[in-house]
C-alpha cells in the first residue's frame, strides 16, 4: 500500500516536523503528568487520537475493519507498543527530567535490534554490536550514579527502559506478523485497543476521579491534553505513516536520531532544566549508537520503527 513517490523535499519537511512534535512532546508530557495521573492523563488523549486517525483513514477510503483472522495479533501490537509504552512511560516520565527520559526512551532501536536476533534471526554484526555496545555504556552514564546512590532510586530510569523495551518487541512483532491491515487504520485500532488495559488500571493507580483532575486543571494541562491529541496523536501519526508508505524504508528510524536532542534542548527552553555532562555525555553516545544501529553502510536506514504515541 505505498504511494508511487514523494518529492525529497516534502520528505524532509515530514522528517523534520517528527523530530520537532515528538522531540517538544517530552517537556509536554512532564507538564500533562504534573497536573493528571499518567493512567488518566493517556486514557484522555489516546482515544481521541485514535478516532482522529481512524476518521482520517475512512475519509480518505482506507477500510477500517479488522480481519477476525488477525485480531488477536493486533491486540497483541497493541500491548506492546501502546499499553506497554505509555503505561510504563509516563510513570517514569514523572520522577525523572524530560531530557533524561527521551535518551532513555530512544534507546528502543538498539533493544530492537537484539530482540530482532533472536524472534527474526536477523544477523548482529560488528557494526550493530558497536552500537549496541555504545548504547550499553550511555545508559550505564545515566544510570550509574543512581544506582550506586541509594537515596536515589533508579525506579524512573528503569520504568523508562522498559517502555523502551515493551515499544522494540512490538516493533519486532510487527514486522514478524504484518496484519493486512491498513496503516492508517492499523495505528488507530493500535491506539484504541491499547488504551483498554490502561483504563483498566486507571482506577487503582489514579487517586482521585479524572472528573475532578480535569476540573482543576491548569491552560498547561490543558495544553498537554490538546498538543498530545492533535500533534503528537494523530498529525504526528499521520506524517509516519505518509513516509512509510512513500518511501523504500521506514523513515521512523531516521526522524528518531534527533528526537532525543529535540527532548533536550526542549526540556532546557519549556522547564528550564539544565542537563549536566553526565547527560550531554549520555546523549552523544545514544546518538551514536542510534546512528551506527540504524544507518548501514551504504547511507540507508534500518526499518526498525512502529506506530507509537511519543
Not at 56 to 76: L, N, Q
Not at 131 to 148: F, N, R, S, T
Not at 264 to 272: A, F, N, R, Y
Request: aromatic share 8%.
Amino acid at each position: 500500500m505505498r504511494n508511487p513517490s514523494i518529492a525529497p523535499t516534502r520528505a524532509a519537511l515530514l522528517v523534520l516536523l517528527l523530530a520537532l512534535v515528538w522531540g517538544c512532546n517530552w517537556p509536554v508530557l512532564k507538564m500533562g503528568v504534573d497536573e493528571l495521573a499518567p493512567l488518566t492523563f493517556r486514557c484522555i488523549t489516546l482515544p481521541l487520537a485514535a478516532l482522529g486517525m481512524l476518521a482520517f483513514a475512512h475519509a480518505h477510503g482506507e477500510s477500517i475493519r479488522i480481519p477476525r483472522a488477525c485480531f488477536a495479533k493486533v491486540c497483541g501490537l497493541s500491548f506492546f507498543n501502546i499499553t506497554g509504552w505509555n503505561g510504563f512511560l509516563l510513570f517514569g516520565v514523572q520522577q525523572l527530567p524530560a531530557g533524561r527520559s527521551a535518551i532513555l526512551a530512544y534507546t528502543m532501536p538498539m533493544w530492537a535490534t537484539a530482540i530482532a536476533a533472536f524472534v527474526l534471526h536477523e544477523p548482529i554484526s560488528r557494526r550493530k554490536l558497536t552500537g549496541l555496545a555504545l548504547g550499553a555504556l550511555g545508559m550505564a552514564v545515566l544510570l550509574g550514579e543512581q544506582a550506586v546512590v541509594v537515596r536515589k532510586a533508579p525506579s524512573g530510569a528503569l520504568l523508562i527502559l522498559i517502555a523502551a523495551i515493551s515499544w522494540a518487541c512490538g516493533t519486532v512483532l510487527l514486522r514478524k506478523w504484518r496484519p493486512p491491515v491498513p496503516q492508517n487504520a492499523l495505528s488507530g485500532w493500535m491506539l484504541l485497543l491499547g488504551t483498554a488495559p490502561l483504563a483498566v488500571a486507571a482506577p487503582f493507580f489514579d487517586p482521585q476521579p479524572f472528573t475532578a483532575e480535569l476540573a482543576n486543571l491548569s491552560v498547561r494541562g490543558w495544553f498537554a491534553i490538546g498538543y498530545n491529541v492533535f500533534l503528537a496523536g494523530t498529525l504526528a501519526n499521520l506524517a509516519w505513516f505518509m513516509l512509510a508508505r512513500t518511501l523504500p524504508v521506514a523513515v521512523s528510524s531516521l526522524s528518531s536520531l534527533p528526537i532525543p536532542v529535540v527532548g533536550v534542548i526542549s526540556g532546557m527552553i519549556v522547564l528550564g532544566e539544565r542537563p549536566g555532562v553526565q547527560e550531554w555525555i549520555a546523549l552523544a553516545l545514544v546518538v551514536t549508537a542510534l546512528a551506527i544501529v540504524m544507518l548501514t553502510p551504504r547511507g540507508t536506514v534500518t526499518e526498525v520503527g512502529t506506530p507509537h504515541d511519543a
